[in-house]
């Protein structure tokens, strides 16, 4: 599904990424973990297309089409998600407006009508209780006044109500408590499936317990220096990160 | 496609005034100049009786000793006032009875303005008056308000037929000498609208008023007044275009309500006047005088949309002179390119336990300049008054600037006033946030200001709220920084 090669990219020419190769096919879930400034959350915007990183050589396909020339917002209608770590406020735009918009935008490039209301509305009620999400959140403006919680949980109902082929979950964990953790990660699950993949970006082994990853990387600076099964991630729980710099530099 | 700042100004530059067209009407256009004799023609041409032929006069001499005033937040190149026809007409019949009379280049026009006078005819929500230049062209549904004795009709019209209302009503609440520009208008206006809802009736429409300025080298000095007697309702809408030209064109208007004891006037308006081009060549001067008298209990709301014009310098203003009256300004005002805007309320509390409440939200793209002017004003013998301010600006770029002064005299222990005002910026991070959804950046644009507008937006009648938002959409088209 997605294939990234030998991809360098570079913030204000700073070379962040180093070569990343990375295979994930449908129907898996990879993990990528790292210490903080490895370039975890640049290789997440990157995929969706933020302009501000400068890929330099290499190259990222969507079920083998470049993605080089696509816009993001192209990203988005082939199937792209991208959970924010830091979502934004919108304010005066409700959480439902946003989502009816974001749908119908990606319909119509797929050339399709607008979703009827009587479906949408449908959508909505399903994917929220899903989510245990209280349906008076969706009519609050988005993002603004959330807690560091809601606001993950508001991105990962985004991502029900998108459904789309590959999610991307940067640090989807920070800031939430066991309980909103818990909540979080059934959705996720829920929302895992043949055709679709999720890649998961985090720091700790914490949520891997709850999303149980088919693969683990270790990213260290803008290069995947390890591989391997969910083991690995716990392994470097007890290790700590220190562990792979070390190896790297032997 | 890339969105650096640089390209979304280029972007920006290439949307067009899609009301720029100029209709081929024959028209009836007096030279160019003022002077007594102009103002005489004018009141001539109108048939008018003398008492307002005089009117008119003495506006013209109080004018002539004025200056223009130079307070204001803009700069432009001051209009030659003896280079502008005071008055062009429509040439074709004068007065329609009805829409088949008119002009089909005429009613072309409105078509493209996107008022179909079939269409509202059938909505059966809306009764509209057209101002085209100079002179009042179509009123309709005039015989359903007339069953309810309300009066509808252009203010030419009403000074032959209602010359006691007028006569009793004209000049009262914005006097000839308030201003250089309510003097000019005072001495020349050639037409506009006028509106009086008897006692305790409610006003069973929308009533509407459309304006358009077509001849080269015309001003347009409408005038309107709009009477709301004792428990009345009304709600008044105001639209406004005009040709893409390179010149500039003169808009000075004055508009009067007047709203008795327990009565109510909402009065919306939607201003697109044409803003000049990308280079800040041509564009509407725009500068009005709007201002409404609450008697006891009555209630005025002036809601306004600017998006259009060059240069803005409007303020529309309440009296609160009944007691427990209530004063509310609502406005978006965006700017773009080289547009400069002005604009504010002023809220002069004279009775006692008075209301007024301002949301001002100003938005500004390119290089323009938006400021927010408001003054309110608390009389020593208005106990427990209170104002509720709330001014916010959005900018987009960083070549665009935002302006608040908020003028507060309080005069009285009891009052409460409060001012809140923000300023921010649309962000890129906004913007990627919803490209990522799949929202791309013009629509992203409209969804975060139509966000950032909607207590405002949300105070529009139903049939104007649509029509605003799209030209929302349509001034900002791609800008962001």
């Known amino acids: 599904m997605l294939e990234i090669k030998n991809l360098h990219a570079s913030v204000e020419d700073k070379e962040i990424l180093k070569g990343i190769n990375l295979q994930v096919n449908p129907g898996e879930v990879h993990a990528i973990m790292g210490p903080n400034g490895s370039g975890k959350s640049t290789l997440a915007s990157v995929i969706a297309g933020k302009e501000e990183f400068e890929v330099k050589k290499g190259s990222i396909a969507l079920e083998g089409e470049d993605l080089e020339e696509l816009a993001p917002e192209e990203r988005a209608h082939k199937g792209i998600f991208l959970s924010f770590q830091y979502p934004v406020e919108i304010p005066g735009v409700s959480v439902t407006n946003f989502m009816r918009t974001a749908i119908n935008e990606s319909r119509k490039a797929r050339g399709l009508e607008d979703m009827p209301a009587n479906q949408m509305l449908k959508l909505i009620r399903e994917k929220s209780e899903m989510l245990e999400i209280d349906r008076k959140f969706l009519s609050r403006s988005l993002n603004e006044g959330f807690s560091g919680g809601e606001k993950k949980r508001n991105e990962i109902f985004q991502m029900a109500m998108m459904e789309p082929k590959l999610a991307i979950l940067d640090e989807t964990d920070s800031g939430l408590d066991i309980d909103a953790l818990r909540i979080v990660a059934n959705g996720v699950n829920k929302l895992r499936g043949k055709e679709n993949a999720i890649i998961v970006i985090t720091h700790y082994q914490r949520l891997l317990e709850y999303i149980v990853p088919d693969f683990v990387h270790v990213l260290h600076d803008g290069k995947i220096v390890k591989s391997g099964t969910k083991e690995l991630a716990l392994e470097l729980e007890d290790k700590g990160y220190d562990w792979i710099k070390q190896e790297t530099v032997v | 496609m890339a969105y650096t700042e640089e390209e979304l100004k280029k972007e920006l530059e290439t949307k067009e005034y899609e009301y720029g067209f100029y209709t081929d009407i024959e028209s009836d256009t007096f030279p160019k100049g003022l002077s007594e004799d102009i103002v005489i023609a004018i009141s001539q041409k109108k048939q008018e009786p003398e008492w307002m032929t005089e009117w008119r006069l003495e506006a013209f001499r109080i004018w002539k000793e004025m200056e223009e005033p130079e307070w204001a937040n803009v700069k432009y190149e001051k209009p030659n006032f003896q280079e502008i026809s005071y008055y062009s007409a429509p040439n074709k019949k004068p007065k329609y009875n009805s829409l088949d009379e008119v002009d089909p280049e005429l009613l072309d026009t409105f078509k493209r303005l996107g008022i179909s006078l079939d269409e509202q005819k059938k ?60 003097a000019l208008n005072s001495a020349v206006f050639s037409d506009g609208s006028f509106c009086y809802i008897p006692k305790g009736v409610r006003c069973p429409m929308e009533l509407s008023t459309y304006f358009r300025i077509n001849q080269a080298g015309t001003g347009q000095f409408e005038r309107t007044l709009v009477i709301a007697d004792e428990g009345s309702y009304v709600s008044y809408l105001e639209g406004c275009t005009a040709p893409s030209r390179d010149e500039n064109q003169l808009h000075a208007a004055v508009v009067e309500l007047i709203a008795l004891d327990d009565a109510e006037i909402k009065y919306s308006t939607v201003q697109n006047w044409f803003p000049g081009d990308k280079d800040g060549n041509g564009g509407v001067f725009n500068f009005v005088t709007k201002r409404g008298i ?32 209530i004063g509310e300004f609502y406005s978006i005002a965006v700017t773009n390119n080289f547009q400069q805007a002005d604009t504010g309320t002023k809220m002069i509390h004279l009775g006692k336990n008075t209301k007024s409440t301002i949301i001002s939200k100003g938005i500004s793209a390119g290089q323009s300049q938006n400021s927010y002017r408001g003054l309110v004003q608390v009389n020593s013998r208005a106990e427990n008054a209170r104002n509720f301010s709330q001014c916010d600006s959005l900018l987009m770029g960083n070549k665009c600037g935002a302006h608040t002064f908020p003028y507060i005299e309080a005069k009285n222990k009891s009052a409460q006033i409060e001012h809140e005002a923000t300023t921010s910026k649309i962000g890129e991070d906004q913007i990627f946030y919803c490209n990522q959804r799949g929202i791309d950046t013009e629509k992203a644009i409209a969804l975060i200001v139509n966000g950032f507008s909607k207590e405002v937006l949300n105070k529009l009648p139903m049939e104007f709220a649509v029509e605003a938002q799209k030209l929302l959409e349509i001034s900002l088209e791609g800008s962001v920084g």
């Open chain 2, 123 to 182: 909505l059966a929500g809306v009764a509209v008056d057209i101002v085209m230049d100079s002179v009042s062209v179509a009123t309709t549904f005039k015989k359903t308000l007339a069953e309810k004795g309300i009066i509808f009709c252009s203010i030419s019209e009403a000074i032959k037929e209602h010359p006691e209302l007028v006569k009793k009503y004209i000049g009262t609440v914005v006097p000839r000498k308030d201003n250089f520009y309510a």
């Open chain 2, 294 to 325: 609450c008697e006891t209990n009555a209630k005025i709301s002036w809601t306004q949309v600017e998006t259009g014009s060059a240069v803005t310098w409007k303020y529309p203003s309440c009296v609160l002179k009944g007691d427990n009256s």
